[in-house]
Nanobody, 127 residues
C-alpha cells in the first residue's frame, strides 16, 4: 500500500495564496497518475486537479486559472499551488494516487480513478 502524506495546509485570507504538497512512500512514483481532491463538511469528495505520469493535467472548472498542479518525480512529490483563494475553497484537501495503472495517458476525474489516499490537510479561507 502506498503511503501519501500531505503538508502545507493552513488558514489564509481571501485573495491570498497557499501551496500544499504530497509526498509518496514509493521507490518511484513516476509511472503513476495523481490528483488532489477536496471535501467540505457534509459534501462529497470532488476533484480539484489531476496529473498524469507525463504531466498532462485536468482541473475542476471552479479552480481553472487560479490553481496549478505539478509534480517533481525526482522528489516523489506533488504540489498544488493555490492563488486567489476564495472562502468557498475551504475544505480538507486530499492527495490521491492510482497504483493500478502505469504510464496511463488519461488524468483521473473521480475518486474511483484512484486507489491510494493521504490523510488530508485542512485549508481555510476567510473573507
Amino acid at each position: 500500500q502506498v503511503r501519501l502524506v500531505e503538508s502545507g495546509g493552513g488558514w489564509v485570507q481571501a485573495g491570498e495564496s497557499l501551496r500544499v504538497s504530497c509526498g509518496a512512500s514509493l521507490g518511484t512514483f513516476t509511472p503513476y497518475g495523481m490528483g488532489w481532491f477536496l471535501q467540505a463538511p457534509g459534501k462529497a469528495r470532488t476533484l480539484v486537479a489531476a496529473i498524469t505520469w507525463s504531466g498532462g493535467t485536468n482541473y475542476a472548472d471552479s479552480v481553472k486559472g487560479r490553481f496549478t498542479i505539478s509534480r517533481d518525480n525526482a522528489k516523489n512529490t506533488m504540489y498544488l499551488q493555490m492563488n486567489s483563494l476564495k472562502p468557498e475553497d475551504t475544505a480538507v484537501y486530499y492527495c490521491a494516487l492510482d497504483s493500478r495503472k502505469k504510464y496511463y495517458s488519461r488524468a483521473g476525474y473521480t475518486p474511483a480513478d484512484f486507489d491510494s489516499w493521504g490523510q488530508g490537510t485542512q485549508v481555510t479561507v476567510s473573507s
